[in-house]
């Protein structure tokens, strides 16, 4: 049998996109470039014959448990078209410690029982939360576009991304999402049971932003910069952003404070 060559970036993008980046039986995430026509059967590398489905519906097709008629009309009718954002996915996070990389700063932290440690903050606003229930280490983020709309949303450990961006691939543990060919809006790493690597991502709230890209954490409104290292600690608060109206608050408890002005 002849050697199969990959399917080429550009085509798997465009099947990225009309499938709605994920399954199109269940609108799982993870999921593998299935030939409808099956390809050692003469089916073609082309998008037309390409669609997304989990390693669950993968199987029951190979198997025909799902006959190629229900993929065919799933592929015309994608089940995250119709939806603004991504079903949830389940993250698998435990144990009572953390590791946080937010480009090139890590912050280390073991939590109390019950306890929480608010990482990003902006005003009263919790954009990044890690707390303790049970065992289970549960993962609060929020990430936006440049527009202010939420674009990736963790809440304890769900995963869900906006459906109506430009392109949203989820490779190995690493979940980018892009505005453009070459523009990366959002990139994180999921190492579980307790790293979490945001590599790339824009905090948003009420005009005031917190930007970590690969280099470490902006906040443009101020034009701070923070690069490399590496804390470890017993914090209650990591980055805290506030401007006028909260400048009477008590953030004593935090790693770092950064008055903005307007
Ligand atoms: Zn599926």
């Known amino acids: 049998m002849a050697e199969r060559s990959p399917i080429p970036e550009g085509t798997k993008r465009v099947v990225r996109r009309r499938c709605g980046f994920g399954c199109v039986l269940c609108g799982a995430p993870i999921y593998q470039y299935d030939h409808m026509h099956d390809w050692a059967l003469g089916g073609a590398d082309d998008a037309e014959n390409l669609t997304l489905l989990c390693a669950s519906h993968h199987e029951e097709k190979t198997k025909k448990l799902i006959p190629l008629e229900k993929v065919r009309r799933a592929n015309k009718d994608p089940f995250n078209r119709s939806r603004e954002s991504s079903p949830a996915h389940i993250l698998h996070y435990f144990g009572d410690s953390f590791e946080v990389i937010l480009g090139s700063l890590r912050f280390t932290q073991k939590l109390d029982a019950e306890g929480a440690c608010k990482l990003v903050s902006i005003n ?62 959002a990139r994180l790493a999921f190492g579980p049971p307790r790293l979490l690597n945001l590599q790339r991502g824009l905090f948003v709230h009420r005009g005031l932003r917190v930007e970590v890209t690969p280099d470490g954490v902006r906040v443009p409104n101020h034009g701070i910069s923070l690069q490399g290292g590496a804390w470890t600690g017993v914090y209650g608060r990591g980055i805290v952003a506030y401007d006028k109206h909260h400048s009477g608050e008590n953030f004593d408890d935090a790693f770092l404070i950064i008055p903005v002005d307007e």
């Open 124 to 185: 009263s606003e919790t954009l990044l939360k890690l707390r303790l229930e049970e065992g289970n280490l549960l993962i609060t983020l929020k990430l936006y576009d440049v527009r202010g709309e939420p674009l990736v949303t963790i809440i304890d450990n769900e995963l869900t991304y906006k459906m109506a961006s430009w392109d949203v691939e989820f490779i190995g543990r690493a979940l980018t999402i892009r505005e453009g060919k070459k523009k990366i809006q």
